[in-house]
């Protein structure tokens, strides 16, 4: 019976068992004491050779050159590869040459983890490498690893580039393909850039509840589930826009979180179900000082990140230095489309939607209206940092009403390279107001827009009590990372971004498999035919197996005024 195992996978299990034999242990449990690293001795070995007389280094083996006596290996640490020089006779100084000759040549393989002892030299080609002078097997690798190969100027060949299995298996494409890491590197530095700044005008960092009671904060569909104890449902966040308003009347004056935010929406190469998003409040602040701020805040992430705060994206260089356009909502579907909406009613708006081909429904009330011409006709003209401002009442339930426009809040989204990626209030601290606002979405939900707002009453209540002017902002940090380093899908920032489900090989049983090759590729059978034709089988046979294919999805029953059809799915 197969294994269904590779002939690579079985012969690393054997080689996994000889190890073991001669009593290596292949999966150690000790701490192995490191104290040198590939990028550092590539740097500075010809700086000051002394310092490197004796190593400790560990890493995964990826390439051997196996010369006799002695040979070549490549190792990859954390920081990159290096390579390494292994003698036969100075690993094994006495009549038993089996460390060299079985371990290593034999039951060794590309991609195990290995840690060494030794010193720096050059070799005669040039080339800094590791004499390895002791080394030991810290983990045996079952499974190859894909094999890159590169040319001597870096090109690379038969790669591991299939994206849907580079985004599965993350762990084997960041081993296989080191470059992707400094992806996630520089989103580190997006982040803590970011913190740093925060932290230093004295802005302080927490946490705010994952599920809640009552989504809200944003207009999305949530994911919901349910708490056994409690009895009650809950949600996943959409935001935590309304928690840390509640820290702003606890008196706080500065507070922001970097959460993970759940939205039971499509996906494409910008959005994810599960994203990353900084929200940050600071009391006594409005929209207009939240945009010098985010001004100054961008220009420093991009300086860590590139040196400059000019940054490739594609085929656009995006300038991050300040000051950024701006322009009012309306302002900008005029400049891109022609229209003035300012003083056109639902109907008309709808209208005007429809002669330009865009997908609307009943359920949209003004404000939904705007945003899909907003989203479809100038969204993607908006590719140096442009501030969109000023935004009608019934799109932001949240936001203060403006202080001098009748119909709009103090609103703003940043816009870069045509993608939203930021979104900032002066935040609304009328609880009167607030609750009207809310009764408002209660309608829009009615109507059936999903992503219409819910009653928030404890969050009422804490307004109630008082809250001071507040300016709120809200950064997609996975989209920031995007333009941060020139990528094009959500996917690639992402460690482990959502996959549909792995399609796996079915193993049918003896049964399932007699009754499978019964039924030709586009035809159908009358069930009772095939069951004739199946003289050993009983009813409880014929039922059981039915049933397992058709779970599977190989085999579906049709129903017709003939009778009961098999036939594949």
């Known amino acids: 019976m197969s294994t269904g195992l590779s002939e690579q996978e079985l012969l690393r299990r054997d080689s996994l068992k000889q190890l073991r034999e001669l009593g290596i242990n292949p999966y150690p449990?000790?701490?192995?004491?490191?104290?040198?690293?590939?990028?550092?001795?590539?740097?500075?070995?010809?700086?000051?050779?002394?310092?490197?007389?004796?190593?400790?280094?560990?890493?995964?083996?990826?390439?051997?050159?196996?010369?006799?006596?002695a040979s070549f290996a490549e190792l990859q640490d954390a920081t990159g590869r290096i390579q390494i020089y292994l003698k036969r006779d100075e690993l094994c100084p006495g009549d038993d040459k089996t460390l060299y000759n079985t371990v290593f040549k034999k039951l060794l393989d590309i991609g195990d983890f290995i840690g060494i002892e030794g010193y720096i030299f050059t070799t005669q080609t040039g080339e800094i490498s590791i004499h390895v002078t002791k080394f030991t097997v810290l983990s045996k690798s079952l499974r190859p690893l894909p094999i890159v190969k590169r040319d001597d100027e870096g090109n690379v060949y038969d790669g591991f580039t299939n994206p849907e299995l580079r985004y599965r298996m993350r762990y084997v494409d960041l081993t296989v393909n080191p470059d992707y890491k400094q992806i996630f590197i520089n989103r580190s530095k997006v982040i803590n850039t970011m913190r740093n700044y925060f932290d230093n005008q004295g802005w302080m960092e927490v946490e705010t509840p994952i599920l809640q009671a009552v989504h809200g904060g944003a207009a999305a569909r949530p994911f919901a589930t349910h708490h056994n104890t409690l009895d009650m449902p809950l949600f996943l966040r959409i935001a935590n826009e309304l928690y840390l308003k509640r820290l702003i009347v606890a008196g706080f004056d500065g507070v922001y979180e970097f959460g993970k935010m759940f939205r039971n929406e499509g996906m494409d190469r910008t959005h994810n179900p599960e994203f990353t998003a900084m929200e940050i409040y600071v009391a006594y602040k409005d929209y207009i000082w939240m945009m010098a701020m985010v001004e100054e805040c961008l220009e420093k992430i991009a300086t860590a990140i590139h040196g400059q705060p000019v940054v490739k994206v594609g085929e656009h260089e995006i300038n991050f230095g300040g000051p950024y356009e701006k322009l009012t909502m309306y302002e900008s579907i005029e400049k891109y489309t022609g229209i003035d909406v300012s003083a056109m009613s639902e109907a008309e708006i709808a209208a005007e939607c429809k002669k330009l081909g865009i997908e609307i429904d009943d359920s949209m009330g003004r404000g939904k209206l705007i945003d899909e011409l907003f989203s479809e006709k100038v969204e993607a003209n908006l590719i140096q940092p442009t501030y969109i401002t000023d935004y009608p009442l019934e799109m932001t339930p949240l936001a203060k009403k403006h202080?001098?426009?009748?119909?709009?809040?103090?609103?703003?989204?940043?816009?870069?390279?045509?993608?939203?990626?930021?979104?900032?209030?002066?935040?609304?601290?009328?609880?009167?107001?607030?609750k009207e606002r809310f009764e408002e979405q209660l309608k829009l939900a009615a109507?059936?827009?999903?992503?219409?707002?819910?009653?928030?009453?404890?969050?009422?209540?804490?307004?109630?009590?008082?809250?001071p002017p507040t300016s709120g902002l809200g950064i997609g940090i996975d989209r920031l990372v995007m333009l941060m380093t020139n990528q094009s899908t959500i996917q690639e920032v992402l460690f482990f971004p959502q996959m549909r489900p792995e399609k796996k090989k079915i193993e049918l049983t003896t049964e399932e498999t007699e009754l499978f090759n019964l039924v030709k590729e586009d035809e159908q059978y009358l069930l009772t035919d095939i069951k004739a034709k199946l003289t050993d089988w009983s009813n409880k046979k014929w039922d059981t197996t039915l049933k397992g294919l058709t779970g599977k999805a190989i085999l579906k029953v049709t129903k017709t005024d003939d009778g009961l059809f098999l036939s594949r799915k």
Do not use: C
Request: glycine share 8%.
């Open 29 to 69: 449990a000790e701490a192995y004491e490191i104290n040198a690293n590939a990028a550092d001795i590539l740097a500075n070995y010809e700086k000051d050779k002394t310092a490197y007389k004796t190593i400790s280094l560990a890493g995964r083996i990826m390439g051997r050159n196996i010369m006799g006596a």
């Open 447 to 467: 109507r059936g827009d999903d992503e219409a707002m819910a009653m928030d009453d404890d969050f009422v209540r804490a307004l109630e009590y008082g809250m």
């Open 403 to 434: 202080r001098s426009k009748d119909g709009l809040v103090e609103r703003f989204e940043l816009f870069v390279n045509g993608k939203e990626i930021a979104n900032a209030y002066s935040e609304l601290n009328d609880p009167i107001d607030q």
